[in-house]
Structure formats: structure tokens, C-alpha cells
């Protein structure tokens, strides 16, 4: 007969320390145990069991008649040098059986080592997913979207429910803030459509039409679209930042616990002030896009300030600078919606949080590109 013993020392004062023996008898490797196996005795002796069973040589049978206390981190370690769970469900004791119910399903699943997929089979179920993901998006969409217009109802009938500072705060930071760089980046966006105007239009000898073609694509297109567009890369993200930590930091299960309603403190203000700010900044991109159009004509054409002036205002209708305006109210809301439902999507690691960030600027941006490509088919089978 053929016996390695084990032991380790223990953890706690008062805990036996667990021990072990191998066993050849008649029929197979017998593992003999004794002494407390919990996780203050045992210690590293289910490293030492491992390593005293060579490849294919498990235990059949377990002797228990030595053995003190267990626990679940015993019997899991139990499971483990025998392989499955047959000699604890074996047993006579009622503790051991008990556990093998307990610790037998987690071990037995690690066990289970699924086929490797085919590179097509990984190739449709990633497609797959990405399906699900999209459709689950456009769900929450819809679900914020009606939150979001049930408590923009209740604003409507009490309007003591807004809260002013926050709301006066957000259209500082996301909007007054912002002029100077949408100011900057329509102007170098006039300054290009002047160049490429002036490059082409002078070969046809008709340079002279570079002050309307500045005017229609700043007032009717890149005035809204850009100031749209920063205020998604400046506001959405930081909708989404704060709105997603203070989920993090579990600010708004406290907020809900003190009675207060998320969308009425954190989302509604937020709205409103992109209903209200980005308007504005499309006007001011529009000025700039001009500006930056003016300077380029002046420059390179010739054309001064008060004719480039003059014909602007005789030859562009008035109807592209409303048609501009009045696509800025849309691009909010979807910036808006997108920032905070985003955030309010977040759930409480620093991944979940930067995928919030990510996904909120770029459904945002997407939004305005679609909105736009909408409001042009509808302005054009209206012949405005």
C-alpha cells in the first residue's frame, strides 16, 4: 500500500489543521482526509494535493472518517483533486453532500471547454451582435426620448418645476463659452468656401457669383451643421461625463431616494439650454462663416468689404439664413438626448463610462448628418 501525507498549518487559532493521504488500495487511489478543512485550515493543500497526483491519476474513492469542519472553500478544493463530485454525494456525511450541490455546478461548468467556432460561424454571430446592439440603442432612444417629453410636459403645466441655476450654468458653459470656437471654425470654413469659389468661378469669368455661393453654404448649410457639430463635441460629452459620474457615484439613487425626479434636476435643465443655445451659436457661426468669406474675397479677388456686403444681402435670400435657424431646435434636442441618455445609461466602472463619452458624441454627430440630409429632401420638394 502506497500513502503520501500531507498537511497544512492553520490560519486561526482553534482550527485543526487540514491533512490528507493518498491510498492505494484494491480499488484505486483513495484520499484519505482529517482535520478542519475550511479556509483557515486549509492553507496551500490543495497546491500540494495537485501536485502529488500525477497525469490521469485521480482519486476514486474518499475516506472522511478523520475529518473535522468543512466548508464550501474545502469542498470546492475537494472537487477539485477528485475530479467531480460523486465521493462528497457519496458519503456519509449530510455537511459534505450539502456542499457538493453547493460548489459542484461552478466547478463542473470551468470543466466544460466549449469547440472552437468556425471563422464564418464568428464572423455572422458578430454581425449578429452588432444587430442586437443597434436595435437595443434605438429602444433606449425611443424610451428616453418618451421620458424625456412627459417631463417636458410637466414643465409645461408648472413651470415653478424648472430649476433656473443649473439651467442659467449649462447655457454658460455649453453656450456662451462656446462662441468664440464655433466664431473661429466657421470663419475658416467661409475663408475655404471662398477659395474653392474663387479658384472655380474665375475660370467661367464669373468670380463675382463666390459672394453667393459663401453666402447660401455658410447661412442655409455649415452655419448650423458646425455649430451643431462642436456643440455635440463640447456639450454631449460633458452630458454624458457628468451625468454618468454622478451614476457612478450613486448621486442619483440618492437623488431618486430624497425624492427628487433625475429628469426634472438633470436632464430637462441641460435641454433647455440647448434648445436655446444652439441657435445662437448657429447666428454667430453664421456671422463668422461671413466674415471669413469677406476676408478671402477681399484678398485674393479684389472684392471690398461693402460690395462683398451690398450683394450678399441682394442677391441671398433671407429664406437660407431661416432655413438654417431653424434646423438648430432639432440638432439640440438630439445633442441633448443623446448627451444624458448616454449618461444615464452609465452603470458603475470607469469602461461603462468612457463607452457612455464615446457613444454620445458619435450617435450625436450621426444624428445631425441624418437630421440634415431629412431637412434638405423636405426643404427641396418644398422648393425653398
Known amino acids: 500500500m502506497m500513502s503520501v501525507p500531507g498537511h497544512s498549518p492553520p490560519f486561526e487559532v482553534g482550527v485543526e489543521s487540514a491533512r490528507y493521504e493518498l491510498r492505494q488500495s484494491g480499488e484505486g487511489l ?4 482529517g482535520g478542519d478543512w475550511t479556509a483557515f485550515g486549509l492553507g496551500n493543500l490543495p497546491t ?3 501536485r502529488s ?3 490521469g491519476s485521480r482519486p476514486k474513492a474518499l475516506d472522511v472518517q478523520s475529518l473535522g469542519h468543512v466548508d464550501s472553500a474545502g469542498a470546492l478544493a475537494l472537487v477539485e483533486a477528485l475530479g467531480s463530485t460523486a465521493p462528497l454525494e457519496a458519503s456519509d456525511r449530510q455537511d459534505l453532500r450539502r456542499l457538493a450541490d453547493l460548489v459542484g455546478a461552478p466547478s463542473e461548468a470551468r470543466q466544460v471547454t466549449e469547440p472552437a467556432a468556425s471563422a464564418i460561424t464568428t464572423f455572422f454571430a458578430r454581425i ?5 446592439s443597434f436595435i437595443g440603442q434605438i429602444w433606449a432612444l425611443m424610451d428616453f426620448q418618451g421620458r424625456l417629453v412627459v417631463a417636458l410636459g410637466r ?8 430649476r433656473l441655476t443649473p439651467l442659467f450654468s449649462v447655457m454658460e458653459q455649453a453656450g456662451i463659452n462656446a462662441i468664440p470656437i464655433v466664431m473661429m471654425m466657421c470663419f475658416f470654413i467661409g475663408a475655404i468656401v471662398a477659395l474653392v469659389g474663387a479658384n472655380l468661378l474665375s475660370t467661367f469669368g464669373v468670380s463675382a457669383f463666390t459672394v453667393e455661393l459663401v453666402g447660401v453654404a455658410i447661412l442655409r448649410e455649415f452655419g448650423a451643421v458646425i455649430a451643431a457639430i462642436l456643440f455635440a463635441g463640447r456639450s454631449a460629452s460633458a452630458f454624458a461625463a457628468e451625468i ?4 457612478m457615484n450613486q448621486e442619483v439613487d440618492a437623488m431618486k431616494v430624497m425624492g427628487v425626479d433625475e429628469f426634472d434636476a438633470l436632464v430637462v435643465p441641460r435641454v433647455l439650454a440647448a434648445l436655446l443655445m444652439v441657435p445662437i451659436l448657429t447666428f454667430c457661426g453664421d456671422i463668422g462663416g461671413i466674415l471669413g468669406g469677406l476676408l478671402v474675397s477681399w484678398a485674393t479677388m479684389d472684392i471690398s468689404p461693402v460690395f462683398f456686403l451690398e450683394r450678399t444681402v441682394d442677391t441671398v435670400s433671407l429664406t437660407h439664413f431661416w432655413i438654417g435657424l431653424v434646423k438648430a431646435p432639432f440638432f439640440a434636442l438630439v445633442i441633448a438626448a443623446a448627451g444624458c441618455g448616454k449618461g444615464l445609461a452609465v452603470s458603475g466602472d470607469t469602461e461603462s463610462l468612457g463607452r457612455g463619452v464615446t457613444s454620445a458624441v458619435v450617435q450625436s454627430i450621426f444624428l445631425i448628418i441624418m437630421f440634415d440630409a431629412i431637412f434638405a429632401v423636405i426643404f427641396m420638394e418644398l422648393d425653398l
Request: net charge positive; proline share 4%; charged share 30%.
Open 30 to 33: 483513495c484520499l484519505a482526509i
Open 48 to 50: 500540494e494535493i495537485m
Open 53 to 55: 497526483l500525477t497525469e
Open 128 to 132: 449578429g451582435r452588432q444587430v442586437e
Open 155 to 162: 414643465h409645461l403645466r408648472n413651470p415653478k418645476r424648472l
Open 244 to 247: 454618468g459620474a454622478m451614476r
